[in-house]
C-alpha cells in the first residue's frame, strides 16, 4: 500500500474542481470559486482544506478552522479548538483508512476538535474516539456535535 499523506490543499481551479466529485460540495467551496474569479485568492492562500490523494486524484478530505478560546463553548478548561467539517472519501476509496488517517491529522495538533457528523457516520466518527457532547439548545441549535478530547481537557459543565 501506498505511504498516505494529508497535505494541506491549494485554493486553486484544479482543487475546486476536484471538489465537484466529492457529495458535500457547496457554498463553502462556491466562495472559494468566486474568490479566484474575482483574483482575490492566490495560490499560496491558506486554504483550511487538507486531502489524500492517491496517485493525482483527491481521494479524501476535510476542512479544519481553529477557533479561538474566547468562542469556546465545549471545553475545560476554555481554549483554541478545532472544527472538523465536510470529512469525506470518494465512494471507491472507503474502507482503506483515508478518513482515520484525515482524523489523526487532526488530533495531531493536540487540540479539542468539535465535529457536526453526517447522518449515519456516528460509528466512524466514535471509533475514532469522538463523543457526543452534552446538548444544549441554545449552543447546539439542532445540531448534535461529537467532540475529542485531547489528554487534560474535559467538557465543559453547563449544569453549575
Known amino acids: 500500500m501506498q505511504e498516505v499523506k494529508v497535505e494541506r490543499l491549494l485554493i486553486n481551479y484544479k482543487t475546486l474542481e476536484e471538489f465537484k466529485r466529492f457529495k458535500e460540495y457547496g457554498n463553502q467551496e462556491l466562495s472559494m470559486l468566486e474568490d479566484l474569479e474575482s483574483n482575490i485568492v492566490e495560490n499560496n492562500s491558506e486554504s483550511p482544506f ?9 481521494v479524501a478530505r476535510m476542512s479544519l478552522y481553529k477557533v479561538n478560546k474566547k468562542y469556546d463553548a465545549y471545553f475545560e478548561p476554555p481554549q483554541d479548538y478545532l472544527e472538523l467539517w465536510k470529512l469525506e472519501v470518494l465512494p471507491h476509496y472507503r474502507n482503506k483508512k483515508y478518513g ?23 460509528g466512524f466518527w466514535e471509533r475514532m474516539g469522538f463523543q457526543k457532547a452534552k446538548y444544549e439548545m441554545e449552543r447546539d441549535l439542532g445540531e448534535n456535535p461529537l467532540i475529542w478530547l485531547p489528554q487534560g481537557v474535559k467538557e465543559q459543565n453547563h449544569s453549575e
Open 50 to 58: 487538507y486531502g489524500i490523494y492517491y496517485g493525482d486524484t483527491l
Open 100 to 122: 482515520k488517517e484525515l482524523v489523526d491529522f487532526a488530533k495531531s495538533f493536540n487540540l479539542p476538535i468539535k465535529t457536526n457528523p453526517r447522518i449515519n457516520s456516528h
